[in-house]
């Protein structure tokens, strides 16, 4: 049997870190991440090359699973609607629509993708501030949900729906103070200086609007559950004087989204998994501003959540190689890799869990990982403890599942190849890498700039 060789470690002095944690952080003892869902990062790499995302089907469905069973334990009517904008690859929305959950859009481009994934216009939820004329047209006649942001928005539909003769089925989005700054006062009607009941009555008194619900979404990465209580309670009592003053019960409440993941913010000193609150907590806190409401148990509205990030964050990951290692001026280790921020938008706001896909030896040293672009601004993590790294090796950027495939961007470098695994351990190719000749279809030379 051939001996391998070990390899060399030359010796080194580094600090000491007693205990689990001090003013450096914890120290950084992990075991290398060799495999996704059983694949061999080694040879995702060596089939779809570098920088490769990968997402997991089978997490994806645990997630999904797993969060529809904790809301129904607490609360007896609960729908989701995959919110698109989180990651609107198709594969990725195909799961969620195989697991029940609607759609919820932003946009008319996200309106088309979901009806072209086969979703009904029933079964999406349309939201943004920006919805054209057309597009509300076409929502009103694929009878969508359209969740009403601003008075001229109200005031289209209104024209629309009497030209066309035909009901639109709104709600409005609600922005109120839940005791989390800064409010997200931008969206919608605000609940404390009256402008939404002012939305309600307005509505109510057209004869083509049909008011189906109510909606609030109070930020993103929301680390407090008592703010959804605060929330729930809010749109309760809204609700509430709906029924005492026009006798009408609505479909549902639509409390948005916003749940923290477990990617740990960048300024933040415990892990995220040790401070945010547990699905449970989210779950428990709406439950409880819902269950204010004195309905029947026949009568309480659908909850519909909108949940993005919590579902499908921890289910992707990114693979980058290391291109080269260089010394900073001022003697601490940079290592470039050939992943940047144009693909890693997160890291900007995210201390994503990184780690080698090999062996590496047991001495580490602060490190500054950059990306390869040609932007002082690319920086993937200013600081973390690693192993010395060999040109060609890779590491594994976890928790990248949530909006870095939607806000990716076509600069400097082009955008690489998405695989999933699947359940049964195979890997499916789910987006092609860019070539040169699809990223300038679209342009145009004029005859007098050809030579």
Same mark, same amino acid.
């Given at each position: 049997?051939?001996?391998?060789?070990?390899?060399?470690?030359?010796?080194?002095?580094?600090?000491?870190?007693?205990?689990?944690?001090?003013?450096?952080?914890?120290?950084?003892?992990?075991?290398?991440?060799?495999?996704?869902?059983?694949?061999?990062?080694?040879?995702?790499?060596?089939?779809?090359?570098?920088?490769?995302?990968?997402?997991?089907?089978?997490?994806?469905?645990?997630?999904?699973?797993?969060?529809?069973?904790?809301?129904?334990?607490?609360?007896?009517?609960?729908?989701?609607?995959?919110?698109?904008?989180?990651?609107?690859?198709?594969?990725?929305?195909?799961?969620?629509?195989?697991?029940?959950?609607?759609?919820?859009?932003?946009?008319?481009?996200?309106?088309?993708?979901?009806?072209?994934?086969?979703?009904?216009?029933?079964?999406?939820?349309?939201?943004?501030?920006?919805?054209?004329?057309?597009?509300?047209?076409?929502?009103?006649?694929?009878?969508?949900?359209?969740?009403?942001?601003?008075?001229?928005?109200?005031?289209?539909?209104?024209?629309?729906?009497?030209?066309?003769?035909?009901?639109?089925?709104?709600?409005?989005?609600?922005?109120?103070?839940?005791?989390?700054?800064?409010?997200?006062?931008?969206?919608?009607?605000?609940?404390?200086?009256?402008?939404?009941?002012?939305?309600?009555?307005?509505?109510?008194?057209?004869?083509?609007?049909?008011?189906?619900?109510?909606?609030?979404?109070?930020?993103?990465?929301?680390?407090?559950?008592?703010?959804?209580?605060?929330?729930?309670?809010?749109?309760?009592?809204?609700?509430?004087?709906?029924?005492?003053?026009?006798?009408?019960?609505?479909?549902?409440?639509?409390?948005?989204?916003?749940?923290?993941?477990?990617?740990?913010?960048?300024?933040?000193?415990?892990?995220?998994?040790?401070?945010?609150?547990? $699905?449970?907590?989210?779950? =428990?806190? +709406?439950?409880? @501003?819902?269950?204010?409401? %004195?309905? /029947?148990?026949? &009568?309480?509205?659908?909850?519909?959540?909108?949940?993005?990030?919590?579902?499908?964050?921890?289910?992707?990951?990114?693979?980058?190689?290391?291109?080269?290692?260089?010394?900073?001026?001022?003697?601490?280790?940079?290592?470039?890799?050939?992943?940047?921020?144009?693909?890693?938008?997160?890291?900007?706001?995210?201390?994503?869990?990184?780690?080698?896909?090999?062996?590496?030896?047991?001495?580490?040293?602060?490190?500054?990982?950059?990306?390869? $672009?040609?932007?002082?601004? =690319?920086? +993937?993590?200013? @600081?973390?403890?690693?192993? %010395?790294? /060999?040109?060609? &090796?890779?590491?594994?950027?976890?928790?990248?599942?949530?909006?870095?495939?939607?806000?990716?961007?076509?600069?400097?470098?082009?955008?690489?190849?998405?695989?999933?695994?699947?359940?049964?351990?195979?890997?499916?190719?789910?987006?092609?890498?860019?070539?040169?000749?699809?990223?300038?279809?679209?342009?145009?030379?004029?005859?007098?700039?050809?030579?």
């Amino acid at each position: 049997m051939e001996k391998v060789k070990k390899r060399y470690e030359r010796p080194i002095i580094t600090k000491h870190y007693s205990g689990l944690m001090n003013k450096y952080g914890s120290r950084n003892i992990s075991s290398p991440k060799s495999e996704i869902d059983g694949v061999l990062v080694k040879e995702l790499v060596e089939k779809y090359d570098s920088p490769l995302f990968v997402m997991s089907e089978k997490k994806i469905r645990e997630n999904q699973r797993n969060a529809y069973r904790i809301f129904k334990n607490r609360y007896p009517n609960v729908q989701f609607a995959w919110s698109y904008k989180t990651n609107y690859l198709d594969a990725v929305c195909s799961i969620f629509h195989q697991e029940n959950s609607w759609a919820e859009v932003v946009s008319e481009f996200e309106y088309n993708k979901a009806r072209k994934l086969g979703v009904k216009g029933s079964n999406i939820i349309f939201n943004g501030p920006y919805k054209s004329k057309p597009a509300l047209l076409k929502a009103i006649k694929e009878e969508a949900r359209i969740h009403i942001d601003h008075f001229d928005e109200l005031y289209d539909l209104i024209e629309l729906s009497e030209t066309n003769g035909q009901k639109a089925k709104v709600a409005i989005r609600v922005n109120m103070d839940v005791g989390v700054y800064p409010k997200w006062d931008r969206f919608g009607f605000n609940y404390e200086n009256g402008e939404a009941w002012q939305a309600i009555r307005r509505i109510l008194s057209s004869k083509n609007l049909h008011l189906i619900g109510l909606h609030t979404h109070i930020g993103t990465y929301i680390m407090s559950a008592e703010a959804y209580r605060v929330a729930a309670s809010k749109l309760a009592a809204l609700a509430k004087s709906i029924r005492q003053e026009y006798n009408i019960l609505l479909e549902y409440i639509d409390m948005g989204g916003g749940f923290a993941s477990h990617n740990t913010l960048i300024g933040q000193y415990l892990p995220a998994e040790e401070v945010i609150p547990s $699905l449970e907590q989210f779950a =428990d806190a +709406i439950a409880s @501003g819902l269950f204010e409401l %004195p309905y /029947k148990g026949e &009568e309480l509205p659908m909850l519909i959540l909108e949940t993005g990030r919590i579902l499908v964050d921890d289910a992707g990951s990114l693979i980058t190689t290391v291109i080269a290692n260089k010394r900073l001026s001022d003697g601490r280790r940079a290592v470039i890799v050939d992943a940047g921020v144009n693909l890693l938008f997160t890291s900007f706001w995210y201390k994503h869990k990184i780690t080698p896909a090999q062996e590496n030896g047991f001495h580490t040293e602060d490190t500054t990982i950059y990306g390869p $672009l040609c932007m002082n601004i =690319d920086v +993937i993590r200013e @600081g973390i403890l690693l192993p %010395p790294l /060999k040109r060609g &090796e890779q590491l594994v950027i976890d928790y990248t599942g949530a909006y870095n495939n939607s806000q990716w961007m076509q600069f400097i470098s082009m955008r690489p190849n998405v695989v999933m695994i699947m359940e049964d351990g195979s890997v499916e190719l789910i987006r092609k890498a860019e070539t040169l000749e699809y990223v300038s279809e679209r342009e145009i030379i004029p005859a007098k700039l050809k030579k």
